[in-house]
């Protein structure tokens, strides 16, 4: 037998393993702790420790409008569990926990240490939908996200399941001139300590099916078995 060395960082070995042909995903993984000064498993409020992607006034920045769409990702909880403020952002554009108008994201709740997704209303100031994610998620574990919307109506799945649905207030125009952020908000004083991997923005309201696939691996490439949008 002979010997397979494999170097990089969050490799996974995807495929049959009783074939030839195995494909090992060497993507790296994004890993927040807070601050890029800070040492491992340290939180800082300074949030230098982020990804930020420029407005681009379209859906590949974030900016929805009133249209359909679905967010999709997966997040690493680190040993400890997560880190930084209650609401720190984990995922999102427009937004601040003072619910500026257009804005969304994933974030932190710190209530049972579980992942929201909101959304803000027209006038701003207040939240036109919150759904939950599981509270008490395990440590050192890998957990996938995907938010869709088609009009009013609101859909969080957790692992591919369905987990949490809402009919929101409003459907919000979720335009805006912040930049999409990863690992802090956009004011950049809330954030969340914590691993993301493949991040997806669809211009439409994913089926049960489609989330079930992109679910199933860390499908890092952007053809994704022919998911439209």
């Given at each position: 037998?002979?010997?397979?060395?494999?170097?990089?960082?969050?490799?996974?070995?995807?495929?049959?393993?009783?074939?030839?042909?195995?494909?090992?995903?060497?993507?790296?993984?994004?890993?927040?702790?807070?601050?890029?000064?800070?040492?491992?498993?340290?939180?800082?409020?300074?949030?230098?420790?982020?990804?930020?992607?420029?407005?681009?006034?379209?859906?590949?920045?974030?900016?929805?409008?009133?249209?359909?769409?679905?967010?999709?990702?997966?997040?690493?909880?680190?040993?400890?569990?997560?880190?930084?403020?209650?609401?720190?952002?984990?995922?999102?554009?427009?937004?601040?926990?003072?619910?500026?108008s257009?804005?969304?994201?994933?974030?932190?709740?710190?209530?049972?240490?579980?992942?929201?997704?909101?959304?803000?209303?027209?006038?701003?100031?207040?939240?036109?939908?919150?759904?939950?994610?599981?509270?008490?998620?395990?440590?050192?574990?890998?957990?996938?996200?995907?938010?869709?919307?088609?009009?009013?109506?609101?859909?969080?799945?957790?692992?591919?399941?369905?987990?949490?649905?809402?009919?929101?207030?409003?459907?919000?125009?979720?335009?805006?001139?912040?930049?999409?952020?990863i690992?802090?908000?956009t004011?950049?004083?809330?954030?969340?300590?914590?691993?993301?991997?493949?991040?997806?923005?669809?211009?439409?309201?994913?089926?049960?099916?489609?989330?079930?696939?992109?679910?199933s691996?860390?499908q890092?490439?952007?053809?994704?078995?022919?998911?439209?949008?």
């Amino acid at each position: 037998a002979g010997t397979i060395e494999i170097n990089g960082t969050g490799g996974i070995i995807e495929g049959d393993l009783g074939a030839a042909n195995v494909n090992v995903n060497l993507d790296k993984t994004l890993v927040f702790d807070g601050s890029a000064s800070a040492g491992a498993g340290t939180y800082n409020a300074t949030h230098t420790d982020r990804c930020t992607v420029a407005d681009g006034n379209d859906i590949n920045s974030g900016d929805f409008g009133t249209a359909a769409f679905s967010v999709s990702f997966w997040l690493y909880i680190p040993v400890g569990g997560l880190v930084g403020e209650s609401w720190g952002a984990v995922l999102g554009k427009n937004y601040t926990t003072s619910a500026p108008s257009g804005g969304w994201a994933f974030v932190r709740n710190a209530t049972n240490e579980r992942i929201a997704f909101q959304t803000s209303t027209d006038a701003g100031g207040g939240w036109s939908d919150t759904t939950y994610g599981p509270a008490n998620m395990v440590e050192d574990s890998w957990y996938h996200f995907c938010i869709t919307r088609s009009g009013a109506a609101m859909k969080l799945y957790v692992n591919g399941e369905s987990f949490d649905e809402n009919t929101a207030s409003e459907t919000s125009n979720l335009t805006g001139s912040g930049a999409l952020t990863i690992g802090a908000n956009t004011s950049n004083t809330q954030g969340c300590g914590c691993g993301v991997a493949d991040v997806k923005i669809f211009n439409v309201a994913l089926g049960a099916t489609d989330v079930k696939f992109l679910s199933s691996k860390i499908q890092a490439d952007c053809d994704v078995g022919g998911i439209s949008g």
